[in-house]
């Protein structure tokens, strides 16, 4: 490949490229009900399919979709990256937490992270998170971060709402930032119970 | 990850290398027509760009995967062949998709190219090729290869049922 995937640590995670061994998990949630916002729930050559797109993906574009592994165990937690198949209007940055794996803020620790990077090792000047309306875990998730909905914006196909994410200057030692950092700092300190139910 | 390089492989008369951006559009004007029914087509634009993606992937997450194939002596890809060997396949397979310069014999001169990089790089024992019963064009392809019909059918997830094509084992080729 002529792209190297890039590593990416955090305070609880681990993000580096897909790897064979990590298919399984990818696909027990993608042909899961979990998938149903995601194109899915896929049959299993689909959700093969998918996965090998998504390092073909890193190839073309030369970025996309991360896999996330807790630093200790290395355990698979999800997937966070940007995403551009052909056909989407914009790049987007996108996020899938296993279903079993929520709860943690696991995703937007992730997400978080992978924006810092397109937005200073990418250079990208804006994003957008395209979300079914009905995922209400992934808007939410989008507004912790954030992104505000953007009618303007051309969606992929009717169906999905866009979130335009705040631009680079927006995150750039200010008070959404450091909001989203003590949110996920809250989630990562063992001592810490949230009031609320977490959803991702 | 250790990262996989896709290989480079020349023929008497074409090149098998790794897919390209500018690959996308011959291969998605191929889906797009009549002659990719026996492949699960049609298929739109931005379906044959991730196949385009998934083809590259199958090199990383597998060690082997599929070519495109071009002329030596004309720019442009004229198809796709190599192997093909999902998680849940029944076996690793050889496959074939030509859309310019059917004829002339370069299906059968990259898919024996592809069955030998199978063999002797790979160090597989044994290929398959799925075909659809109505592609007679595929079919003979095959049998040239020297493969065999086998009795049992393979349900494809996305294209039907598929004739399974037993190819000649290594030593039988030696």
């Keep these: 490949m002529n792209t190297t995937i890039p590593v990416i640590e955090t305070r609880r995670l681990v993000l580096r490229g897909p790897e064979p061994q990590d298919y399984p998990d990818f696909k027990a949630t993608f042909t899961s009900y979990r998938a149903r916002f995601m194109g899915g729930p896929l049959n299993a050559y689909e959700a093969w399919m998918l996965y090998s797109a998504e390092i073909g993906h890193w190839e073309i574009r030369g970025y996309g979709m991360w896999m996330i592994h807790d630093r200790q165990t290395d355990e698979t937690y999800g997937m966070a990256g940007g995403w551009k198949p052909a056909k989407w209007p914009e790049a987007e940055i996108a996020w899938v937490i296993w279903p079993d794996k929520a709860g943690h803020g696991y995703a937007l620790e992730a997400t978080h992270a992978v924006r810092d990077y397109l937005y200073r090792e990418g250079r990208w000047e804006t994003a957008v998170s395209y979300i079914d309306p009905k995922n209400l875990d992934s808007i939410r998730l989008a507004e912790r971060l954030g992104a505000v909905k953007d009618p303007e914006a051309a969606t992929i196909d009717g169906n999905d709402a866009v979130y335009r994410h705040p631009a680079p200057a927006a995150l750039d030692g200010t008070q959404l930032a450091h909001g989203i950092d003590m949110e996920i700092n809250h989630y990562a300190d063992p001592l810490f119970k949230p009031k609320g139910w977490a959803l991702d | ?174």
């Excluded at chain 2, 290989?7 to 011959?26: G, H, K, M, S, Y």
């Excluded at chain 2, 002659?35 to 992937?57: C, H, M, N, S």
């Excluded at chain 2, 990383?60 to 495109?68: K, M, S, V």
């Excluded at chain 2, 030509?98 to 044994?126: C, F, H, I, P, S």
């Design chain 2, 1 to 174: 990850m250790k990262e996989v390089l896709i290989p480079t492989i020349e023929t008497d008369r074409l090149i098998l290398r790794a897919p390209a951006p500018a690959d996308v559009a011959p291969f998605a004007a191929f889906y797009a027509s009549d002659a990719a029914k026996f492949v699960g087509g049609p298929l739109r634009d931005f379906q044959v760009w991730r196949y385009t993606a998934e083809v590259i992937g199958h090199w990383q997450l597998r060690g082997f995967g599929r070519w495109i194939v071009a002329r030596k002596n004309t720019p442009g890809a004229i198809g796709l062949v190599g192997l093909h060997a999902p998680p849940d396949w029944p076996e690793p397979e050889v496959g074939w998709m030509l859309w310019d310069g059917n004829g002339k014999g370069y299906a059968a001169e990259a898919a024996r190219a592809a069955r030998d990089y199978a063999y002797e790089t790979v160090g597989l024992n044994t290929l398959i090729s799925s075909i659809a019963p109505e592609n007679a064009a595929s079919i003979r392809v095959a049998e040239g290869m020297g493969a065999r019909l086998e009795p049992k059918n393979f349900e494809h997830p996305l294209f039907g049922t598929m004739a399974v094509w037993r190819h000649p084992a290594p030593e039988a080729l030696s």
